[in-house]
């Protein structure tokens, strides 16, 4: 789906992005308890942009008793089409807004705007129409038991769940939580990152121009350890689904123990992506560099470790340092920019560290490893070669520019190195032998396995991983799943 956009400078983002940025709760924009504000950022300018309401524990209480009204009264006993057909009136003025919500995240998220609207808004859009139809399809079944009872079962909406979202592709990732929660018949409190918050506030201004009763969808911005935790650990909320960093997953899984929140855990990878020998090498490499470069490396299924067989090696490594040296680096909002800056000063010093520690550990820098410029957090694509499997940067996810390439013998080495982290999300395999591909397929343990391609994510199929990658699956009817609960009920037919 392409949409059709037109950048100009004096556009309704910027008549957005002026205003005071409230918390919305209740269906209105609201000052926070506290009065206190913090500022945006744009990471390519590292101008402000914005200034934004910093919430704590009294607005998550408000923002919770309005989500459970909303549940109990209007949602919930809602005609589930209707329910559906205001989530389409949605995403109809997601399309209708779409220069201004695409523009809005290349700012916030420093995102070069070709990819936001190849991608995040899109699936965004995708995501709620999906889910939309979804509504009033979700069904039980009978079981038959035995003559004298009739045996059913129903899928009862979980209640109010806090929706915790990662900045690195704001509107699509928090968009994955939203439309199978309030499709399902659930209401939302959302926590967006600290760093990026303004698409959420203005989707979830559209969703109350769509007709989405007060209460339904309500957002507390402000900082993870006070939002976030006071959302996990309230009591009368019934679901935390959260995608980040395996740390905080973590602090997630003990404080959601309090009253047995369900969880569900989207967090980080260090994704292997295989080549053989046999492969395509150039369509290979080409999808190695875009499988890592792509958002400038901040993302979770990133292919930050490439594998490549022995005889392979020094092509595929001049192959994607050469695409690294090619892309157009630079203002986000110029159609033509392939890589942005990376979303904080913060996130640039640590992944400029991890080019120290890989130089340091004796990994060849076969490209970039620097900062671009001196305003914005701009970071050149980085290609190391030469890079042991036990090596810090090919354990531990960096998320940024920055490639691993490691060499291997056979399918056996390969499958070792592959599966050899503390995550699983997603792995890739290049070859023309379609036994090996099934072979790896088969042992790599990974929620998703790319064959002669690498990236993909459609929200019809499952995503996630387990171990440090999460727990649990979004998308598809695992998301229908995530956010019911099933009653199974008796009918005694002799009365
Ligand atoms: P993060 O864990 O620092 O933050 C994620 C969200 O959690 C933010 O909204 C943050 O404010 C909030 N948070 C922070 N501390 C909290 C606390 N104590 N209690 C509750 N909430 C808290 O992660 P990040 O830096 O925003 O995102 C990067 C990480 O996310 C990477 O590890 C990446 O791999 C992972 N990620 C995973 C997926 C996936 O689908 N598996 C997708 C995107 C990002």
């Given at each position: 789906m392409l949409i059709a956009y037109d950048y100009r400078p004096e556009t309704a983002a910027a008549a957005f992005l002026a205003k005071p940025q409230g918390l919305l709760i209740d269906g209105g924009r609201v000052a926070s308890a506290s009065g206190r504000m913090f500022k945006s950022l744009n990471p390519a300018t590292e101008e402000v942009i914005a200034s934004i309401a910093e919430g704590n524990e009294a607005d998550v209480d408000r923002a919770v008793v309005s989500a459970r009204r909303a549940f109990e009264g209007p949602w919930r006993t809602m005609r589930a089409s209707e329910r559906g057909q205001i989530l389409q009136r949605w995403a109809g003025l997601l399309k209708q807004h779409a220069d201004e919500i695409v523009e809005l995240e290349s700012l916030d998220a420093g995102k070069p705007i070709a990819a936001v609207l190849r991608q995040d808004l899109p699936a965004a859009i995708d995501t709620l129409t999906y889910y939309a139809g979804w509504a009033d399809k979700i069904s039980g079944d009978v079981v038959p038991v035995r003559d004298d009872a009739l045996t059913y079962t129903v899928r009862e909406p979980v209640g109010v769940v806090a929706a915790i979202v990662p900045w690195n592709f704001p509107l699509m990732i928090g968009m994955w939580k939203l439309a199978p929660a309030l499709a399902c018949g659930c209401t939302v409190v959302m926590k967006p990152a600290e760093l990026t918050s303004l698409s959420a506030l203005r989707i979830g201004e559209l969703a109350l121009e769509a007709g989405?009763?007060?209460?339904v969808f309500n957002i507390v911005t402000g900082p993870g350890r006070v939002v976030g935790d006071a959302l996990v650990n309230h009591p009368d909320v019934d679901k935390v689904t959260f995608t980040g960093s395996p740390g905080v997953g973590r602090g997630i899984m003990k404080g959601a123990s309090g009253n047995f929140k369900r969880v569900s855990l989207e967090l980080g990878g260090k994704s292997a992506n295989v080549i053989f020998a046999d492969a395509d090498l150039e369509a290979a490499s080409k999808a190695a560099a875009s499988g890592i470069f792509f958002n400038a490396g901040q993302v979770c299924s990133a292919g930050s470790r490439v594998l490549v067989q022995e005889s392979a090696y020094d092509e595929v490594v001049e192959r994607i340092a050469a695409r690294a040296r090619s892309l157009r680096i630079g203002d986000p909002l110029d159609r033509s920019t392939a890589l942005g800056p990376v979303i904080s000063e913060k996130q640039m010093k640590s992944i400029l560290d991890y080019v120290d520690i890989g130089r340091q550990e004796g990994a060849s820098l076969v490209t970039g490893g620097e900062r671009v410029g001196k305003r914005g957090y701009f970071v050149s694509p980085t290609v190391f070669a030469n890079v042991a499997h036990e090596m810090r940067i090919s354990q531990e996810e960096i998320f940024g520019p920055v490639v691993s390439v490691i060499r291997f013998k056979d399918e056996a080495d390969a499958l070792r190195i592959a599966n050899g982290t503390a995550y699983s999300l997603a792995a890739g395999i290049w070859s023309r032998d379609i036994g090996r591909l099934q072979r790896f397929a088969k042992k790599a343990r990974a929620g998703t396995v790319w064959m002669n391609t690498y990236g993909y994510t459609d929200v019809r199929l499952p995503w996630g991983g387990e171990r440090d990658s999460g727990l649990g699956r979004e998308h598809g009817t695992a998301a229908i799943d995530n956010f019911t609960e099933p009653k199974a009920v008796w009918v005694n037919l002799n009365v």
């Open positions: 989405l009763p007060p209460g």
